[in-house]
Nanobody, 120 residues
Framework: QVQLVESGGGLVQLGGSLRLSCAAS????????MGWYRQAPGKQRELVAA???????NYVDSVKGRFTISRDNARNTVYLQMNSLKPEDTAVYYC??????????????WGQGTQVTVSS
């Protein structure tokens, strides 16, 4: 059973930085697209940033210029560097990955979520 294990959340002050990590553990052939989502209380889960296997990225407008997504394919890990954090960034952040087990075999998988709280 492959798991996505997240780390790096916490409490930070306005303008601070955090780096989230998400590593896939278990037996997989490869990982396609990876991304970070977030869900604030009372709001729908939204895509924050995504990255393809080849490194192509996209971001929600509200984090452009502040957040950077990256990945290490050898380590099956995706990162989210968050700078200039704002209180509106407060949410539970979830990692998502398209796991590939073999030809025509794969599934989307989610991490357990990590809390990010930005105080003003």
């Amino acid at each position: 059973q492959v798991q996505l294990v997240e780390s790096g959340g916490g409490l930070v002050q306005l303008g601070g930085s955090l780096r989230l990590s998400c590593a896939a553990s278990g037996s997989i052939f490869s990982i396609g697209a990876m991304g970070w989502y977030r869900q604030a209380p009372g709001k729908q889960r939204e895509l924050v940033a995504a990255i393809s296997y080849g490194g192509r990225t996209n971001y929600v407008d509200s984090v452009k210029g502040r957040f950077t997504i990256s990945r290490d394919n050898a380590r099956n890990t995706v990162y989210l560097q968050m700078n200039s954090l704002k209180p509106e960034d407060t949410a539970v952040y979830y990692c998502n990955a398209d796991l590939i087990y073999g030809l025509g075999q794969g599934e989307a998988s989610w991490g357990q979520g990590t809390q990010v709280t930005v105080s003003s």
